[in-house]
């Protein structure tokens, strides 16, 4: 498994947890808001063994309770099973962050119990994922089925859609909401620019803009916050 990015402390992406991140790089979209473009496209950025992070992870063991796992997509990654495998076999809980488009690996790995948490991103509407992913080779099928998945409840999740001004109506959020009707969590991220996003042209939603979205989603999901 190849990672090219080590975060040693986050106190916010794991919901409860003391974690490291771990970033992979390569994915099969190209959102052009995405804010790690040098993991997604060229790929940059110092690689780390798996020993390296493994020793490091037995060195914090006790001080650091979980191990968050994003990218890029990491479902692209063929032996993330095993390596997850090895990060349980230290006494940590996984989160995994995905796009959805993997549902076979999804399912394996949950099944597997070597995923506690998944959030999941829902890019947009079904019908705007083709420009909302940068390209038009997207298999919502795949996307939907993950999301399905997750709903059975077969292990924690969150949904979340990264919104900008460009691409996201309140009206488009009313759909997704309608489309994972009864899901635990729903987080809307505005869009901020990191330096390194994929290509220019997004821009925030103002704040009445968000408070309407979070208001389309509120019937249907249990949860719905903006962050």
């Not at 919901?15 to 790690?36: D, M």
């Not at 040098?38 to 798996?50: C, P």
């Not at 947009?124 to 390209?135: H, L, R, S």
């Not at 925030?204 to 979205?213: G, Y």
Request: a negative charge.
């Amino acid at each position: 498994m190849k990672i090219n990015g080590f975060q040693k402390l986050t106190l916010l992406d794991f919901p409860g947890k003391v974690a490291c991140i771990l970033f992979t790089p390569g994915c099969n979209f190209r959102c052009p808001f995405c804010h790690n473009a040098s993991l997604v496209t060229h790929i940059e950025g110092e690689d780390y063994s798996q020993e390296e992070i493994l020793s490091y992870l037995k060195k914090r063991q006790g001080l650091l309770d979980g191990v968050v796992v994003t990218g890029g997509e990491p479902t692209l990654q063929r032996d993330l099973g095993d390596f997850l495998g090895k990060v349980k076999a230290l006494g940590y809980a996984v989160k995994l962050d995905t796009n959805g488009t993997n549902p076979e690996m999804l399912k394996s790995i949950v099944s597997a119990g070597l995923v506690d948490y998944v959030a999941m991103d829902i890019k947009n509407t079904f019908e705007k994922y083709p420009v909302t992913a940068g390209g038009g080779g997207v298999d919502v099928a795949k996307v939907e089925e993950s999301i399905d998945f997750l709903l059975t409840d077969a292990v924690d999740y969150e949904f979340r859609t990264t919104v900008t001004a460009e691409l996201h109506t309140p009206q488009d959020i009313g759909v997704i909401a309608s489309r994972i009707r009864g899901a635990k969590r729903y987080f809307l991220q505005n869009f901020k620019d990191s330096g390194d996003i994929v290509s220019g042209g997004n821009t925030a939603v103002t704040p009445q803009i968000m408070e309407e979205m979070v208001k389309a989603a509120q019937d249907v999901v249990c949860r719905v916050m903006a962050r």
